[in-house]
């Protein structure tokens, strides 16, 4: 089983190096790069050229979407937590996946696939186990939780009593959905504020930047986590409850620009082989930030390249082109599906850093996370592609580029960043 949706865990040493890092050339991993661009040569006050479209009438086709995305909650619920699994037919959560819940529950409630009654059940059922957690070392969420007993577990859902240590990326998503889901039902405010009061949450941002731990024996070591994007992102989330996230919240000081089909793309300056963490530029930090929070004036200017350079492989290749990070049906279970990674442009790759090109996905959450954002022609040509994918227990995850046929696999993440995606298309942003 797959980690959670990017823990990247670069030493200590990250600090420091990274001053080293902007003195030198960055090896293998940079070749191609464009070079000396800084943020000051681009203006992240004006508009981007592609701008994001203000809400509009969901569809026939979009609600019979929505109501796919619920039937994986329905099937995949337990009961008796309220937590869901990550993947269909797998007892186990992550935090990340789970917050995908979160927000897909109110996205739903407000598309009107639930109402006020079941919404009620899920949401009470879920904070009423999320106050029982065993923490690690009393302190934060585990990466991985059995969804049927909340014990601490390992990727592969075997038992960890001690707890395998927290992502801080992971958590600050959980912290999005939290805020979303007290700003729009304050009824829950004070049971979300009791369960946080039990949390060491500056543990997980420390000195401006975002540090997530691992269990090494018996002590906990302490790593800064994030790369571009998912950084930013979890940034801006740890930052809405007060955390010291000044050095994370912002591409600035990691950022280089990389040529991909014509298109200057943003990509991390701090290289694999030098940091020791894989670099994957991927559509889904952008779109989260987009859909549960709204575009920064940066954000809105990366996240228009990334799209652009997707855009842009499909007319130069007629490959129709979606990527993120998703699990697949096959070894090795999951993949970031890039626009640039450890070095390559379209790099697909393991977050252990081996790569496998043969099974680039065509993702569906990137596709309608982007069609809810932009709405192009090309957007609504990879959700025609896509529809076939809906099934009783929710959409699959995509298609292979290979040979088109279905990436089988049903997620949490896929289906909540769905139903998130047409929340968007029909209000705007989760966070009022």
Not at 36 to 52: E, G, K
Request: glycine fraction near 10%; avoid cysteine.
């Amino acid at each position: 089983m797959a980690t959670s949706p990017f823990s990247l865990k670069p030493s200590l040493l990250f600090l420091a190096g990274l001053g080293l890092a902007t003195s030198f050339a960055i090896a293998a991993d940079g070749a191609g790069r464009v070079g000396a661009r800084t943020m000051a040569a681009m203006d992240f006050t004006a508009a981007p050229d592609l701008a994001p479209l203000p809400p509009r009438a969901l569809t026939a086709a979009d609600r019979q979407a929505a109501e796919a995305a619920w039937g994986y909650m329905t099937a995949n619920t337990d009961p008796e937590t309220g937590f869901v699994g990550s993947v269909e037919g797998f007892p186990s959560a992550t935090m990340w996946d789970q917050a995908s819940y979160l927000l897909g529950v109110v996205a739903a409630e407000r598309l009107e696939v639930i109402d006020d009654g079941e919404r009620a059940w899920r949401i009470e059922r879920f904070l009423t186990s999320l106050a029982d957690l065993p923490l690690v070392d009393g302190q934060l969420p585990n990466k991985a939780y059995d969804t049927r007993t909340l014990a601490m577990v390992n990727y592969d859902n075997s038992p960890a009593p001690e707890g395998i240590g927290w992502s801080a990326v992971d958590m600050g998503r959980l912290l999005v959905a939290l805020r979303v889901l007290e700003e729009r039902h304050p009824q829950y405010r004070d049971w979300i504020r009791g369960i946080l009061s039990g949390w060491n949450l500056k543990g997980m941002a420390i000195g401006g930047e975002l540090y997530g731990t691992a269990r090494e024996g018996d002590e906990l070591e302490y790593l800064q986590e994030g790369r571009i994007g998912y950084e930013q992102y979890a940034a801006r989330a740890a930052a809405l409850w007060a955390l010291d996230t000044t050095s994370a919240i912002s591409a600035a000081r990691i950022l280089d620009w990389r040529d991909v089909t014509g298109v200057e793309v943003a990509v991390d300056l701090r290289s694999a082989s030098a940091f020791g963490a894989i670099t994957p530029v991927v559509s889904e930090p952008y779109l989260l930030q987009a859909l549960e929070m709204g575009l920064n004036g940066e954000a809105s200017q990366l996240a228009e390249r990334i799209y652009l350079a997707q855009e842009a492989r499909y007319r130069d290749t007629g490959q129709l082109t979606a990527v993120s990070e998703d699990h697949i049906d096959q070894a090795p279970s999951f993949l970031y599906n890039s626009v640039f990674a450890n070095g390559r442009d379209w790099g697909v790759v393991t977050e252990e850093g081996s790569f496998h090109p043969e099974l680039r996905t065509i993702s569906l959450k990137a596709a309608f996370g982007w069609d809810a954002l932009y709405g192009t022609d090309y957007t609504a040509l990879l959700r025609d592609t896509l529809e076939p994918l809906a099934g009783p227990t929710g959409w699959a995850a995509g298609l292979y580029e290979a040979d088109g046929s279905a990436n089988d696999i049903r997620t949490l993440n896929t289906n909540g960043i769905l139903l998130e995606a047409l929340h968007y298309k029909a209000f705007g942003p989760l966070l009022p």
